[in-house]
């Protein structure tokens, strides 16, 4: 009995939630072996009852053997108050504490240790532990402070310990205080990949995405939101998905424009390689391709900007003193990720080893030896990738720029990928907090029987508090830079994360808690900081008591028009969504409207084999036609489309009104995927399918500076226009 309590304990300590309820509502208990599973790949060994008993012994024994745990995370309004453990003492003993503010100011205080009444103890190894609290009295500002406490007896120094501690506001930034006014947007979405123009080489780069904010300004947006820019693999170009990244703190490079690099000027041998007749006719077909060919852009694009970096690194002036204080602002997490990236190179080019988990084990580890010896020994291609960097981040500020010159309020709208791929630079970097041994995914429901694994690597709960959150802290800043507001991908993984485990024929997955009331109050804290509005992207399974929580938070909800349904399936009215939120008809994952509207997205999942039952197919397709008389019930209802409106063409007025009806709402901002603006059929992305479809591919059939001229998009723009007496 003892045995299994151990192992429960363990887990329950280290966030593994003991059971969960699925879809149809039946309660799930977690196994085991599942529980076996999780807690080692937090780094826990359980494999044997005692060796349960142990882990949980030493992770008992972490927590009183050190004065402070690493990290404190107060709301602004709280009082400081800081609970430490020292170890038992003989004589009068007293304590000195010593708090230095991040920008400066240091306080420090001394206090009998009598005077800290004890409010727990523990023995270890015959050594008594007491905890206490201390409660400061200065009221500190909002930010990351150090705290140092020292007990001392007789004069010396016997215990000692360190921690941060954050305070941070109540909330997030909320639109009025953004926008001002009203704080009310629509803003149009789109994959940079997918967009077309003259100049770019077959993808949608950053230049692009400056263009694209002018035309959405000009048509009255005042945000645009843009897929996941994470850095992906430069060695292998073909994983190309936009939420499977390398690493969330760092920028695609594959959407460098290279044209517009005023470097290019400087190497002839660069421009030479364009001029050839060989490339330009490379570049024609790589633009004029219905799909993203990412092996032919890539074949394009590096060439060049190896032979532009080595005319760059050896000029002077402001570009180059730019790129040194990038390299110096970006400081040890730059030099990881580039080294990273040099390796990767190596290892997958030169012998086929695509995951750092097969390289030699000597560069497994990041602080290695072996790994120290490659930087220097290839401190040139190391320097590239750290250049490719800079010139990412800097042509994606000059776009932001642009997008708000232009006139749009809020600017940029980035997105926020769940996780990384296991395989990628973050989780070679930190694998302290980056778990190995599971991956991120769903349980099973109506549409997945045996649940999703996603391919991602979860973060450790334990991890983040004992590197005081640097990690999670490092993935919010980067992506609200040159941004105006951050979608945060399934953002119920603030509370819990349903885990994997890796192995084999493993028994099921469990869902993982994570310190919730510490994340929210550091991402209030740096929405504040980059003046970034914060939105969640809470589709699916949302625990109880969450939507409130993020509502006090000034997270904005998530609602998509397809799943605002009453209990009869009929589509809410517009006035039932709720104040705080982003509403949008579809995402990337959905259908766009002219797929939904003629059953488009069913039809391609059959062709899949998909529905391989007698009359599944047929049941669906009557389920769709029934949904948008559903839906234009709804819309006459609110007198957005008169009482004669039929459902059988999607047509542009037509169009035009559902945005309306969305627009009418009382939800903050409104999100018009461009697919929809120039009526697209094909989804960016089909879930649950991987070569069998082209996720992530697709170009849209027109240029960005055509986009406005579209009959659909000027319908769209018309009817949001009136609901918000523009028209």
Request: aromatic share 8%; proline share 7%; glycine share 8%.
């Amino acid at each position: 009995m003892k045995d299994g309590a151990d192992l429960d304990r363990l887990a329950g300590l280290l966030g593994v939630e003991p059971f969960y309820h699925d879809i149809w509502g039946n309660r799930r208990e977690i196994g085991p072996a599942t529980k076996r599973d999780l807690v080692q790949a937090m780094g826990f060994p359980a494999g044997t009852p005692e060796e349960a008993a142990d882990s949980l012994f030493r992770l008992r024994e972490r927590d009183w053997r050190r004065m402070l745990r690493p990290v404190f995370v107060l709301g602004e309004s709280d009082a400081v108050e800081i609970d430490f453990t020292v170890p038992d003492r003989t004589g009068p003993a007293g304590i000195t504490w010593t708090l230095s503010e991040e920008f400066g100011d240091v306080h420090w205080g001394e206090q009998p240790l009598s005077g800290l009444p004890a409010i727990g103890e523990e023995t270890f190894d015959d050594v008594r532990y007491t905890r206490h609290r201390l409660t400061l009295p200065e009221a500190l500002p909002q930010g990351y402070h150090r705290l140092a406490i020292q007990l001392n007896v007789a004069d010396s120094v016997v215990h000692e310990g360190a921690a941060c501690v954050i305070v941070a506001p109540e909330s997030c930034l909320s639109p009025d205080e953004l926008a001002g006014g009203d704080g009310w947007s629509w803003g149009m979405g789109v994959q940079l990949y997918a967009l077309r123009s003259a100049a770019n080489w077959g993808i949608g780069d950053y230049a692009d995405a400056g263009s694209a904010a002018e035309q959405a300004a000009a048509m009255g947006a005042g945000v645009l939101g843009l897929n996941p820019l994470h850095a992906l693999f430069p060695a292998d170009p073909n994983h190309n998905s936009p939420y499977s990244p390398s690493n969330r703190g760092f920028l695609n490079t594959l959407f460098i424009d290279v044209a517009g690099l005023p470097e290019l000027a400087e190497s002839p041998e660069a421009r030479s390689l364009i001029e050839s007749a060989d490339f330009q006719a490379q570049l024609q077909a790589a633009r004029e391709a219905p799909l993203v060919n990412y092996g032919a852009v890539a074949d394009l694009k590096m060439p060049v900007l190896d032979l532009v970096f080595k005319s760059a690194r050896e000029s002077t002036g402001p570009r180059r003193d730019a790129f040194l204080l990038f390299q110096r602002e970006m400081d040890e997490p730059l030099v990881r990720q580039s080294v990273f990236d040099a390796l990767h190179e190596h290892f997958f080019k030169g012998e086929g080893k695509w995951a750092w988990q097969d390289w030699p084990e000597a560069y497994r580890d990041p602080r290695s030896e072996a790994v120290e010896r490659f930087a220097e020994e290839n401190a040139d291609r190391v320097e590239f990738f750290q250049w490719l960097q800079f010139v990412a981040d800097d042509q994606l500020a000059d776009a932001a720029h642009r997008a708000h010159r232009a006139g749009m309020p809020i600017g940029f709208y980035r997105d926020l990928a769940v996780a990384n791929h296991p395989g990628g630079a973050a989780a070679w970097s930190a694998q302290d907090v980056i778990v190995q041994g599971a991956n991120v995914g769903s349980p099973p429901d109506m549409f997945s029987p045996d649940g999703q694994n996603w391919g991602l690597a979860p973060l450790s709960p334990l991890g983040l508090v004992e590197t005081a959150y640097e990690t999670f802290i490092q993935s919010l800043r980067a992506n609200m830079r040159h941004a105006g507001a951050i979608r945060i991908d399934h953002v119920m993984a603030l509370q819990h994360l349903f885990w994997i485990p890796s192995r084999p024929d493993h028994e099921g997955g469990a869902y993982v808690a994570y310190p919730m009331r510490d994340l929210v109050r550091i991402i209030a804290l740096e929405s504040r900081r980059n003046r970034c509005l914060v939105i969640g992207e809470d589709l699916g399974t949302v625990p109880e008591g969450f939507r409130p929580a993020m509502q006090k938070a000034g997270i904005l909800s998530y609602r998509v028009l397809y799943f605002e349904r009453g209990p009869d399936k009929g589509f809410i009215a517009p006035e039932h969504y709720p104040r705080d939120s982003l509403v949008s008809v579809t995402t990337h994952d959905l259908p766009t409207l002219k797929g939904w509207w003629n059953g488009h997205d069913i039809r391609i999942r059959a062709e899949l084999g998909q529905y391989s039952e007698p009359g599944a197919l047929d049941s669906e397709l009557a389920e769709r036609r029934t949904d948008r008389e559903r839906l234009l019930s709804s819309m006459r209802w609110s007198g957005v489309v008169p009482q004669e409106t039929g459902s059988e063409t999607l047509t542009a007025e037509l169009a035009g009104a559902i945005h309306g009806y969305l627009a009418r709402t009382p939800g903050r901002i409104l999100m018009v995927q461009v697919e929809d603006m120039v009526g697209e059929i094909d989804q960016p992305n089909l879930p649950g399918t991987v070569h069998q479809h082209p996720n992530w591919q697709r170009k849209l059939p027109v240029a960005i500076g055509t986009i406005p001229e579209s009959p659909i998009a000027r319908a769209i723009v018309q009817a949001i226009d009136r609901e918000h007496g523009r028209g």
